[in-house]
């Protein structure tokens, strides 16, 4: 992990550089993951940003209110984005009803209601929204580069074949004796790195992620 990265910030950035490991494999597998994983990054970067201390987040402090009616949902989650960005009076790169449209996309597979394989546009996009929202909330306008050395430096995905991560779960499912749907389970935990049982925040995450697939 980068020491770039703020310690706060950590979580959501894990999210991204997962969901990038499989994006540069680029078969329909690692296409779908990625997806579904830059599309949770997106959600998870505003949910833990409106989580933080103001101090963490540059002495900006937001309504109680106002923030439990944005952790509602994603659209509202979108609406928080949006006003803060209009308020910094930084640049939209992404519309609100893009966004919108790419987390429909991801939907299609997270919930099982489609079996096609992302197009390369539609993952390019979805990659670029979420570094877009990591960079703006967490204070990273060097998320690219930080994201590429992160990757680079990786023992753990260094010369990895494809689906080897995959194939590797599968045969601790078979030893373990695990049905499909605690493979699943088992994969997404994975995937989201280091995490704390112990800890609420990072287990209703785990579980929000273990269910979707």
């Known amino acids: 992990m980068s020491a770039q990265i703020k310690p706060w910030a950590r979580k959501a950035f894990e999210l991204i550089y997962h969901a990038e490991t499989h994006w540069i494999i680029k078969d329909d597998y690692d296409k779908r993951l990625a997806l579904i994983s830059f599309d949770n990054a997106i959600e998870v970067s505003i949910s833990m940003y409106l989580g933080l201390n103001p101090v963490q987040r540059g ?4 309504p109680k209110e106002d923030v439990v009616n944005w952790l509602k949902k994603y659209p509202t989650k979108l609406d928080f984005y949006f006003k803060e960005i ?20 991801r939907n299609e597979i997270y919930h ?4 096609g394989i992302p197009a390369e546009s539609t993952l390019e996009d979805i990659r670029k929204v979420s570094l877009w929202v990591f960079s703006v909330l967490f204070d990273s306008p060097d998320i690219e580069a930080i994201l590429a ?7 753990k995905y260094e010369h ?42 990072d287990m209703e995450v785990i579980k929000r992620l273990a269910d979707g697939f």
């Open 160 to 201: 990895r074949p494809k689906n080897q991560f995959y194939d590797e779960e599968q045969e601790k499912a078979k030893k373990q004796n695990l049905n499909p749907e605690q493979l699943n389970s088992l994969t997404v935990a994975t995937l989201a790195g280091k995490w704390d049982e112990d800890n609420q925040n």
């Open 149 to 155: 050395e992160s990757i680079a430096t990786s023992e």
């Open 86 to 105: 209009n308020t910094r009076g930084l640049p939209i790169i992404f519309d609100n009803p893009t966004i919108l449209w790419l987390h429909d996309q």
């Open 112 to 115: 099982g209601s489609s079996s």
């Open 59 to 62: 002495n900006r402090s937001y």
